[in-house]
């Protein structure tokens, strides 16, 4: 390994300014708070970072870090501790000069954009000639590149507008050695417009349902499927956040809908997706909205009896529903829908864009997505229950099940008290498969918290097997090891898969193929016996 050889490779081929290793520099990247399970936050510390600006830049080097014995890691807005370096010897790779939108095609409905665009300036342009992007939940600020090729992808227009990697059209991706590989159309006829023909698609190994987490090489471009926007090409907003005042559009109708229970709650749901109305479908506990909104006020409700019972209980089943029609005559059809379904079901509708105030400061928030960004408010930090995706009915028990669980750490004083029920649950494609990850909020500062990180952790995940779950969101390589051979051993596919492509194992791919054991010392021993007893009840014979 020769860092400063490769060093002085990386000046040569980007200039001075685009190279650094001053200390300083090196320690901005390696402080992630977010999604950080040490203590202190901090990953590790890069031995370099570069800003290439052009898919030729990226290519060289990934070549210099393969002829140095270097790793590699990108990010494009790294908003998370998974772009951070997981070895000793790996080479930041910022994107942040690769920004540019390179053509919107609205008659084609797609868009080809580069990584470090955010979702809020991709739905800007995209608003302009009458279409939109999808925005995962959490937040316009972050790139849909990233989550379209490289990790996850739920959001609240899902309903609509999928799940990020379903909106993947043609790719360019730079293998771990270098080459480059066109995905789709773009391999066969440079157009963008299809990620997975003519010939054999490779979206399940370059993507697969989690996402390699920049462990498979760097992808430099994609084109993304837009959807219909039936608003204005643009919007005037004043202020920011809680204090934005806005004109909402015609044809807008927001409607926060409550059903008597889990029943009614999910028949209402497969019928709202049977009927295609909605443009956005949230379902979250009303204490959700109150705890990112109203922190402080949430903080006082918490110890009130009754009003707590009428947040969990008579407020349980709750759904956000946003209408969005081409005209007047389509929204007055999906609201007579939409009260049709919620009456048939014993619920209550209640019809928010009356309260023109909130409403106009809710509007755009919802539509991209800045508002789960809120709940950093109450206590600093959060994580969420072993997210997955599946059919709507297992949702609502996962929901329960973690509820549950939390509900003993909140007793104790060891996480927040967000009052246990804190889904974030959505649908997709108006089907039956639905998203649910389960919120839980504690103070990185408290020692008791920080403690119980890891117990719930392996709670989690016990109740996540017993369930039979899919491995989906698991990027943390214990639980990789854990569950694969509960599930056809897919993590002897993906080290096969990471070293046909990587040879040299150049790329960091912790997050995607290396498989770390437990270090069972110091945990609870009746855990680690529940968790072995499920892992083994469950194998595969
Ligand atoms: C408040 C909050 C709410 C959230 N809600 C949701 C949600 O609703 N839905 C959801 O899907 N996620 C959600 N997340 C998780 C979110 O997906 C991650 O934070 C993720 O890191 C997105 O950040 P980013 O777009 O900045 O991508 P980055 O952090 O830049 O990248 C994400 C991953 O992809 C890799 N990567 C990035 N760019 C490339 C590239 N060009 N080539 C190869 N690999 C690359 C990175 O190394 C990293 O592992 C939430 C996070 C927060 C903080």
Redesign the pocket.
């Known amino acids: 390994m020769s860092v400063d050889e490769a060093y002085r490779e990386f000046v040569e081929l980007l200039g001075e300014e685009n190279v650094s290793r001053e200390p300083a520099v090196l320690d901005c990247y390696a402080w992630q708070p977010?999604?950080n399970d040490d203590p202190d936050r901090w990953v590790k510390r890069p031995v370099a970072v570069v800003l290439p600006s052009s898919t030729e830049e990226v290519q060289e080097v990934v070549r210099i870090c393969n002829r140095h014995g270097l790793r590699f890691?990108?990010?494009?807005?790294?908003?998370?501790a998974?772009?951070g370096p997981t070895f000793d010897n790996v080479v930041q790779v910022d994107?942040r000069r690769m920004d540019r939108i390179v053509e919107i095609d609205a008659k084609n409905m797609y868009a080809v954009i580069e990584?470090y665009v955010n979702g809020a300036q991709l739905q800007a342009e995209a608003m302009k000639v009458g279409l939109n992007t999808h925005i995962?939940?959490?937040?316009p600020?972050?790139?849909p590149?990233?989550?379209a090729?490289?990790?996850?992808?739920?959001?609240h227009d899902s309903i609509y507008m999928s799940y990020?990697a379903r909106n993947l059209l043609g790719v360019e991706w730079v293998l771990p050695d270098g080459e480059l590989l066109r995905l789709g159309t773009l391999g066969s006829s440079g157009e963008w417009f299809n990620g997975d023909g003519p010939g054999p698609s490779l979206r399940g190994i370059m993507r697969g349902s989690c996402?390699?987490?920049?462990g498979l090489?760097?992808?430099?471009r994609c084109a993304l499927k837009l959807y219909n926007w039936p608003g204005p090409p643009e919007m005037e907003i004043d202020g920011i956040m809680l204090d934005a005042k806005m004109e909402v559009p015609e044809n807008i109708g927001y409607y926060m809908c409550f059903f008597p229970d889990r029943s009614s709650f999910s028949d209402a749901m497969y019928k709202l997706g049977e009927a295609e109305i909605a443009y956005n479908a949230l379902a979250t506990s009303f204490g959700g909205y109150l705890d990112i909104l109203t922190p402080r006020l949430f903080r006082k409700l918490e110890h009130t009896g009754a009003l707590r019972s009428l947040i969990t209980e008579t407020f349980k089943f709750t759904l956000a529903v946003l209408l969005a029609g081409n005209s007047a005559r389509e929204l007055a059809y999906q609201e007579k829908v939409l009260h049709a379904i919620v009456r048939e079901h014993g619920g209550l509708a209640m019809d928010v864009t009356k309260m023109e105030d909130f409403f106009s400061m809710l509007f755009m928030s919802f539509v991209r997505a800045t508002i789960?960004?809120l709940?950093?408010r109450m206590g600093g930090s959060f994580s969420t229950a072993l997210d997955r995706n599946d059919s709507l009915d297992t949702q609502v028990t996962w929901r329960e099940v973690i509820r549950k669980i939390k509900e003993g750490y909140i007793a104790k004083g060891q996480i927040l008290d967000d009052l246990a029920d804190n889904p974030?649950f959505v649908p997709y494609e108006n089907n039956t498969w639905c998203h649910c990850e389960v919120v839980y909020q504690y103070d990185p500062r408290n020692p008791e918290h920080r403690e119980a990180l890891e117990p719930i952790f392996l709670d989690v995940t016990i109740a996540a097997i017993e369930r039979c779950m899919e491995p989906l969101f698991t990027s943390d390589p214990r639980v990789r090891k854990l569950i694969s051979p509960l599930a056809g051993n897919f993590g002897r596919y993906q080290q096969a898969i990471s070293r046909g492509l990587d040879p040299n194992q150049a790329a960091d791919n912790t997050?995607y193929s290396v498989e770390a054991d437990f270090d069972f010392s110091g945990i609870d021993p009746e855990r680690v016996k529940r968790l072995q007893g499920v892992v083994e009840q469950r194998r595969w014979q």
């Open positions: 977010t999604f890691k990108s990010f494009s807005t790294g908003w998370g998974w772009n994107l990584p995962i939940g959490a937040g600020n972050c790139s590149l990233a989550s090729t490289s990790g996850w992808g739920v959001g990020s996402g390699a987490l920049a090489g760097i992808f430099t789960p960004a709940v950093f974030y997050l």
